[in-house]
């Protein structure tokens, strides 16, 4: 089975530039999120996905910070404008229907804002 | 919304011995406690989990323990190994938010040789 697939996996940017990620997850998995990881921290949850709706975006920075997840499968992440403190890996995961079910990471995406 | 505290945030023990790592939770209504172990440049990974309804749950090395009513969970690792080295994460998920999973603070651990 194919994990979750994350691209680009390194990315430098200046800040005020803008950026995306993208996601591919398990397929057949329902549940997606995006984390943000700031070195040294544990995961941040941005936003979760259910199929293709929002189910908590709670934490996500809506004023620099977008995110879709079109036909319910693949997920994209944008940060526009970025700033210095954005400098983090980003992390997908997928799981099957959420909950109480093992969430699958992607390797992450590092950005580096300067 | 839910909390998750973990401690310590750094571990160092000598090969063999044991480690454990401890969290607690904030909403009661959380119902599944998973931890994460996560190398260098690599996303976490699951090593074990336990549901609200069980108290303990082992396997191999590993074992995980849960009190709900202190709303406290923990790892232990026995006859720690150099590969055990990365740094781990206590999860919980509770359905009065959605079913999403929030992870603590993360712990380092060191195993020496």
């Known amino acids: 089975e194919a994990g979750v697939a994350q691209s680009p996996r390194y990315k430098i940017i200046e800040k005020r530039q803008s950026v995306a990620f993208w996601c591919n997850p398990i397929?057949?998995?329902?549940?997606l999120y995006w984390y943000q990881q700031i070195l040294g921290q544990g995961p941040k949850l941005l936003i979760q996905?259910?199929?293709?709706?929002?189910?908590?975006d709670s934490q996500l920075p809506k004023d620099r910070f977008s995110a879709e997840r079109l036909k319910g499968v693949d997920s994209t992440l944008k940060i526009q404008p970025a700033k210095l403190e954005d400098s983090a890996v980003y992390l997908c995961?997928?799981?099957?229907?959420?909950?109480?079910?093992?969430?699958?990471f992607g390797q992450g995406t590092r950005l580096t804002v300067v | 919304g839910e909390n998750v505290e973990q401690h310590p945030s750094t571990l160092s023990v000598q090969e063999g011995d044991s480690a454990v790592i401890k969290c607690t939770y904030s909403?009661?209504?959380?119902?599944?406690f998973p931890w994460y172990k996560q190398e260098l440049g690599k996303g976490p990974q699951l090593i074990i989990d336990?549901?609200?309804?069980?108290g303990e749950k082992k396997d191999q090395r590993i074992a995980v323990t849960l009190n709900k009513t202190a709303k406290h969970f923990s790892l232990h690792i026995t006859e720690t190994q150099p590969e055990d080295s990365a740094v781990y994460f206590c999860?919980?998920?509770?359905?009065?938010?959605?079913?999403?999973?929030?992870f603590g603070q993360g712990t380092e651990l060191s195993v020496k040789p």
């Open positions: 336990i549901r609200s309804n069980v």
């Open positions: 999860a919980a998920v509770s359905y009065n938010q959605g079913g999403k999973l929030i």
């Open positions: 397929s057949g998995h329902a549940t």
């Open positions: 996905f259910q199929n293709n709706g929002v189910v908590d």
């Open positions: 995961a997928s799981q099957p229907w959420g909950g109480d079910t093992e969430a699958f």
């Open positions: 909403d009661s209504a959380s119902n599944y």
